[in-house]
Each structure stands twice: as structure tokens, then as C-alpha cells.
């Protein structure tokens, strides 16, 4: 009951958000004084009037610059105007509007059926442009005349709301990550809407459309290349190839739980040399994944391993992070790199004695071949694994383990080559696996990929969940007038300055609070403050937003306090670099645990430690080497 009560109070607190700010920020002497005063927006409009004549008004900056008058038909037609109107008429007609910059005209004597049907078309132009740029007080909630500095805090407040409700809604389990993540950020996207955020209801919910094919189009990539991943490494599976492996490893690791975890640190180093995330994780995690089963080792573990040992990679200069902060500092990711170098060495050390503590912790809960758990598990264990031998006996390919193992080399080389698609390699290696190892046969190849179907679904429905995640919370929408009409756009959450008539994300309005907040007692101690909050702000902020949303801003504000801007820049780099993949703002991260077939949550309760103190460490490190003073 205590638990349901909570998830009540959450929703009960984005709601009462948007009444409250309503009494608090209201004003309806602003309101009233607002209505009074007419405003054209920018754009093109066209009027017409009862007889046959079109005018086109063109507004910049609130202002005509331009008045096209000609008759209805050839508007229509985009033609030419009709030689037979009078045009000496129609030249006057046209400079008294742009100097009155109202339907106000003196007209022409002998035309004054045309000077009537200019002023009215004038005035039906002008209507619309003013109602262009009126569009949110058509809406009676609390956006209306209230300073954009203080809806956007609001919006911040609602975003960071939304964030700890669907943390709290996981580790509750109280329901599946992609309906979390969509279920939240829907009740946040209908607020904002409500709440007139981007003008009517109808244009509101035009612009959660609009940020919500947005996320899809950075996740969509990502769902087809957790699907076709789980696939490919289900048919090698299948095939017996890693069985082979796991064999050879056992060899040579024998029954050291240590050695099996100081090699998983090695391998996700290695692989995390092309500074991919998904790449890393599909070459560690399906490798090391049975050796962790037949020792009876924790997957958050093996994760924890992973994602310490890539972080630390995450720092070279080809790596997106790097490259972003680089970026905004203005200078070269090779000389950024060079600074951080002494950090990053020190971090592979570090995740080489994590991946030894590891090892002590599984000793001890009785992991290894022949541990505790062997004994108190084998039996069963032994059982199940017959079973599954058994009914997979007649897909398994020995003769083809060469062929299987040059296979996976090849789909990982392309992976590292970059060239493709992610999703491109693994597509590619399905299709010949199926074909080499199993024939030309439908009815095989079905009963194959029905055997993965399963995982394969659960990771992408996740991705899904998570595109509206993503959608709602970083994508900003940039609107333009067509006809009277906003039409709206989504900015990527990349983008460093937001262009003119634009509405900033959530997670941009996140950033503006937590700058707000900071800069009042941190003074020349703030990169080291951001540095410590960073692992946190990672559960908030996907990279992009956290690099190019809130670096600037950290930035600017050390700059009032004659803080080098290198040393927010190393802070934040480093610091977050060591939980990027702990964040469920990460599109990698969710094919991780996929793929470990681990709960996000269980992934962030088992890490999160580890990676602070792992930060901390290393930002101690840029103090020693001068980068970060104190």
C-alpha cells in the first residue's frame, strides 16, 4: 500500500505543478495589457475580399516588407496579375499599406471599389498574422505571459519529476522499463500541452508528435541492431561456436573466478578501442556470459566489469565524448586527449583492480567451478544444461566452427570499420549464418529465429519505450508561420544554440535549474562540484544534452568566477565518461543489460557506487596533475 501511495503522490505532484504555478505566476493585468497591444509574427499571409482581389503580406520582425496585390485567379494560378486591372492604381494602393503598415489607406479616387477590396483583403492578411502571433492565449493555463526564465525552471521541475518518478516506478518493479518510460513522459507531454506550452492544445499535441518521431529516429537504428545482434549471436549459439570458446577459456582461466573477471575487463578494454558502446558490449557480453554461468558468477558483475573498463576508453580521442567537449572548448580532441592521458592511464589501472575485487566478492559468495554454488546448484544446473544440449543437439555445426568463428570476426570488423549502419553488419552475418550452417530451408530458418524471437522482441519493445523517453525529454521544436499556420520541427538534442522562435527541452530546462542553483556557492570550486554530481546527472541527461545543454551553461557560469573553462570541461568529461553506460538516457546501456539479460534497475543498483567512487578517484587525479584546481 506504502508503495502504491508513492507512485500516487508522484503523479499528484506533476499535476499540482502545473495548478499551482497557475495562482502563483498568472497575471491578468499582464494579460489584459497584452491583448490590447497587436503583434504580427513573422511570415507570409494572404487575404482576400469579396471582389476578385489577393493580397500577400510578407512580415520580418514584425514589420511589412512587402505587399503584392493582384486578383484572386492569377493568385490562385501563381499567374501574372491581370493586364486589365488598373495598375497605376494598384502601385498606390501598394505604397500607402507599406507606409500606414495597416489596412488605414487613403485609397485612389476613381478606384474605390478597388481600394475597398485591398483594405479588406489587407485586413484579413493582418488578422491572421496577429493571430499567428498570438497563439497561446488562445489557452487559459499557466504559460501565458509568464517570463520564459520562469517556465522553463517549471518545465525543468516537471522534467526532474518525471526522471525520479520512472526511477522510482523500476526500482519498485512495478512495471517493465518500456512502459515506464513511456508511461511518465506521456503524463509530463500532456501537462506541457494542457499547460499551453506550445500554444493551442492542437498545436501542443503536434509538437509531442513531433518530438516523439524524433526519438524514434535516434533509437530506431539501435532497435535493429539489438534485434538482428541477438539473432546473430543466437544462430553462433545454436551452432555450437561458442561452446568451443568457452572450453578454450576454461583452459586457460581453469577455476580462477578472478582470472575470468580480469579478462573480462581486458576484452572490454580491447574492444572498446573504436569507442562504440554497442559494439563494445556485443563482442564482451556474449562471450563472457556462458564462462560466468559455468562458474556461477553474478551478470551484474560481468556488467560492472564491462562498463567501469569502457568508460575509461570512452576518453579516447576519437571517442563522442571527447570529441563533444573538445568541441565547446574550441580546440582539436588529440589536444584535449593529451591532458587527460595521465587520467585514463590511471583509470585502466583502476579497472584492472576493480575487475581483481570483483573476483574477491565472487570467491567469497562461493562462486567457481568447484565453490559453494557449484555444489549447491550443479545438480540442477547439470540437468538443465543436458536438456538444452539435448534439444538443440540437431542444430549444432562442429565441421563449421571455423567458418562461424571467421564470421564473427568479420561482423565485428565492420562494426570497428564504421562504415555501416550498426545494425548493417549483424543483418548481413544472420542472413549468411542461416544459409551456410542451416541450408536453404524456410522452415528451419523460422523455427531458428522463433527459438530468439523472444529476447530479441523484449530488447526492442524496450527501445521503443525508450524512443518516447528520449522524444519528450531532449528534443527541443523550433516553429515557422506558413499561411497563418505554425508548423513545428524538432532540433536535435545536439544542437548547441537554438535557433530563433524555438521551445527548449526538458532536459535543456534541467540544465538551466542545475545552473541556477550552483553557481551561488560554488564560485572557483564549481568544477569540482559538477564533477561529483555528474554520475548522478547521468541518470538525467543523454550525452548529447549533458554535453552540448549543459557544458556551455557550466562554462559561462565558471567564467564569472575566473574558472578555465578546461577545467569544467576535464570535470565533466571524466566524470561522466565513468557512467555512461549506467544510464538508462543510453541507448547502449539498455542493449547491455539486454544482452546480459539483467534488469536496468539491478544494473544501476549494483554499479552505481563502484562508478562514483570510480569518478572521484579519477577526477582526484586531474587535481593532482593541476587540470582541475582547488
Avoid at 503583434?39 to 476578385?52: F, K, M, N, Q, R
Amino acid at each position: 500500500m506504502r508503495k502504491k501511495r508513492t507512485l500516487i503522490i508522484l503523479a499528484a505532484l506533476l499535476i499540482m505543478s502545473l495548478m499551482v504555478s497557475g495562482v502563483v505566476f498568472a497575471d491578468p493585468a499582464e494579460t489584459d495589457a497584452a491583448a490590447a497591444e497587436v503583434v504580427l509574427a513573422d511570415g507570409s499571409y494572404t487575404g482576400t475580399a469579396e471582389v476578385p482581389v489577393s493580397v500577400k503580406i510578407t512580415v520580418e520582425n514584425g514589420t511589412i516588407t512587402d505587399v503584392v496585390i493582384t486578383d484572386v485567379k492569377a493568385a490562385e494560378k501563381d499567374e501574372e496579375p491581370n493586364p486589365n486591372v488598373d495598375q497605376a492604381a494598384i502601385e498606390t494602393l501598394t505604397k500607402q499599406v507599406m507606409d500606414a503598415q495597416s489596412a488605414d489607406i487613403e485609397g485612389v479616387d476613381g478606384a474605390e471599389a478597388l481600394t475597398a477590396a485591398v483594405k479588406s483583403a489587407v485586413a484579413d492578411a493582418l488578422e491572421k498574422a496577429a493571430d499567428a502571433a498570438k497563439p497561446a492565449e488562445k489557452v487559459s493555463f499557466f504559460w501565458i505571459n509568464m517570463p520564459e526564465e520562469t517556465a522553463n525552471m517549471i518545465v525543468g521541475l516537471l522534467g526532474l519529476l518525471t526522471i525520479v518518478a520512472i526511477v522510482l516506478t523500476l526500482f519498485k518493479s512495478k512495471t517493465q522499463p518500456a512502459i515506464a518510460f513511456i508511461v511518465w513522459p506521456a503524463i509530463l507531454g500532456v501537462i506541457l500541452v494542457i499547460g499551453g506550452r506550445f500554444g493551442t492544445i492542437a498545436e501542443g499535441f503536434e509538437s509531442i508528435a513531433v518530438m516523439i518521431k524524433s526519438g524514434f529516429n535516434s533509437t530506431g537504428p539501435n532497435a535493429a541492431l539489438f534485434v538482428f545482434s541477438v539473432l546473430f549471436f543466437g544462430v553462433m549459439t545454436d551452432a555450437g561456436m561458442f561452446d568451443v570458446i568457452i572450453n578454450k577459456l576454461m583452459k586457460v582461466v581453469g577455476d580462477s573466478v578472478m582470472g575470468v573477471c580480469v579478462m573480462t575487463a581486458i576484452i572490454a578494454l580491447i574492444g572498446h578501442l573504436d569507442g562504440g558502446g554497442a559494439s563494445t558490449f556485443c563482442i564482451v557480453i556474449p562471450a563472457m556470459m556462458p564462462v560466468y554461468k559455468k562458474m556461477h558468477m553474478r551478470k551484474t558483475t560481468l556488467l560492472r566489469i564491462a562498463v567501469l573498463a569502457m568508460g575509461v576508453l570512452n576518453l579516447m580521442p576519437w571517442a563522442g565524448p571527447t570529441n563533444r567537449t573538445a568541441t565547446i572548448l574550441g580546440m582539436e580532441a588529440s589536444e584535449l586527449w593529451g591532458k587527460l592521458l595521465p587520467i585514463q592511464i590511471f583509470g585502466v589501472v583502476l579497472s584492472i583492480a576493480h575487475a581483481v575485487l570483483c573476483g574477491f566478492q565472487e570467491k567469497k559468495r562461493g562462486a567457481g567451478l568447484h565453490g559453494k554454488l557449484a555444489q549447491q546448484e550443479g545438480l540442477t544446473e547439470l540437468r538443465e544444461e543436458a536438456e538444452e544440449k539435448a534439444s538443440g543437439s540437431d542444430l549444432v555445426r562442429p565441421k563449421l566452427f571455423i567458418f562461424n568463428v571467421l564470421l564473427t570476426l568479420a561482423v565485428i570488423a565492420m562494426l570497428i570499420w564504421d562504415v555501416f549502419p550498426s545494425y548493417v553488419p549483424f543483418m548481413i552475418g544472420l542472413a549468411v549464418a542461416l544459409f551456410v550452417n542451416y541450408g536453404f530451408s524456410a522452415k528451419t530458418h523460422k523455427k531458428i529465429i522463433n527459438l530468439h524471437a523472444g529476447p530479441a522482441l523484449m530488447m526492442c519493445y524496450t527501445l521503443m519505450g525508450a524512443a518516447v523517453l528520449m522524444g519528450v525529454l531532449t528534443t527541443s521544436v523550433q516553429w515557422n508561420i506558413k499561411e497563418g499556420v505554425r508548423e513545428f520541427t524538432a532540433i536535435a538534442a545536439k544542437t548547441k544554440v537554438l535557433p530563433a522562435q524555438s521551445i527548449p527541452s526538458v532536459v535543456r530546462c534541467l540544465a538551466g535549474n542545475v545552473s541556477a542553483i550552483l553557481p551561488n556557492f560554488l564560485g572557483q570550486n564549481l568544477p569540482l562540484v559538477i564533477g561529483i554530481l555528474s554520475v548522478p546527472l547521468a541518470l538525467a541527461f543523454d550525452t548529447d544534452s549533458y554535453f552540448f545543454g549543459m557544458l556551455p551553461v557550466m562554462i559561462s557560469i565558471g567564467a564569472e568566477f575566473g574558472v578555465d573553462p578546461l577545467a569544467i570541461g576535464v570535470a565533466m568529461v571524466v566524470c561522466r565518461n565513468c557512467a555512461t553506460f549506467i544510464s538508462p538516457m543510453v541507448p547502449a546501456t539498455l542493449l547491455g543489460t539486454g544482452l546480459a539479460d539483467v534488469e536496468i534497475k539491478d544494473h544501476i543498483k549494483s554499479s552505481f557506487f563502484y562508478v562514483w567512487v570510480f569518478s572521484i578517484l579519477c577526477m582526484l587525479v586531474g587535481v593532482v596533475f593541476g587540470l582541475i584546481p582547488i
